[in-house]
């Protein structure tokens, strides 16, 4: 019954989240935002095929550009070889943890503290939404404030909440290896497509699309998926290293 409780409390308390932002007037509703009111001159320039000067979310194709949200075209496409360099920084830390704290045989840090029965039972709920919410910044991240950093780091934050509580909970970290390896290389892969067939790497060489539509920016919503996935994976393999010790 307790459990039953605790579960429809969280379950209560996120909707009362989701209605506020739903109904607050400082949250526009999905899609209606004129672009050209929030973004500079120099920015809208960036059409260069249709009406020029000009960017309607929902209408304007084939932009120069094609994410929405102004922080993405920067990152991931005008600077995008530079965020391959931030990712790298995250991977050589990542690296050094492992290497300092990581061993062949670890067992669950033993700490004094214990997790009580409200976090156990609510962490079950908040998971899931946690997790899910990672995932779609990262999936949006092109057309919404987010992207795959942010996205990452609330995928690790699951991760981190299982931790919490639940004392004896271990983490599969060699799945979290493969994930992070393969993520990397397809990064790398994607840059390589755009030396080899627009001259420069990490060019996008798909087509834009309709600016505010989920299949559009190119390579971009595939690349801020790539970094998500990378970020989250090696966040969760620090916070496994700093939460185990060597087993005897």
């Known amino acids: ?12 308390i996120g909707f009362l989240i989701i209605m506020s932002l739903r109904n607050n007037v ?6 209606t935002v004129n672009v050209a009111s929030r973004v500079s001159q120099a920015y ?17 194709v084939n932009l120069e550009s094609g994410p929405a949200n102004t922080v993405t075209a920067i990152v991931a496409d005008y600077r995008s070889f530079d965020t391959l360099g931030e990712v790298t920084v995250l991977f050589v830390s990542s690296l050094g943890v492992a290497l300092l704290l990581g061993t062949k045989k670890q067992k669950r840090l033993e700490v004094d503290f214990h997790p009580n029965f409200m ?11 946690i997790l899910m919410t990672g ?9 919404t404030p987010g992207g795959g950093f942010p996205g990452g780091a609330m995928i690790a934050s699951s991760m981190l909440l299982l931790y919490l ?3 004896s909970f271990r983490a599969k970290i060699k799945g979290f290896k493969i994930l992070e390896s393969a993520a990397g290389s397809a990064y790398i892969l994607i840059g390589l497509i755009g030396l080899l067939v627009g001259g420069y790497f990490l060019q996008n060489v798909l087509d834009n699309g309709t600016l ?7 390579f971009i919503p595939i690349i801020y998926v790539l970094i998500g996935l990378k970020v989250g994976s090696e966040i969760s393999g620090v916070i496994d290293n700093f939460l185990t010790e060597e087993g005897v």
């Not at 400082?26 to 899609?31: D, N």
């Not at 609510?122 to 899931?128: D, I, P, T, W």
């Not at 995932?135 to 057309?143: P, T, W």
Request: proline share 3%.
């Open 165 to 167: 509580a639940n004392d």
């Open 26 to 31: 400082a949250f526009p509703e999905y899609g």
């Open 1 to 12: 019954m307790k459990n039953f409780l605790a579960l429809a409390l969280s379950l209560f």
């Open 119 to 129: 976090l156990r039972v609510g962490s079950r709920a908040l998971f899931g939404i």
């Open 44 to 60: 809208l320039d960036r059409d260069v095929t249709e009406n020029p000067g000009t960017v309607i979310f929902g209408e304007s």
């Open 212 to 218: 505010g539509s989920l299949f559009s920016a190119g």
């Open 135 to 143: 995932i779609y910044v990262a999936i949006h991240g092109h057309l």
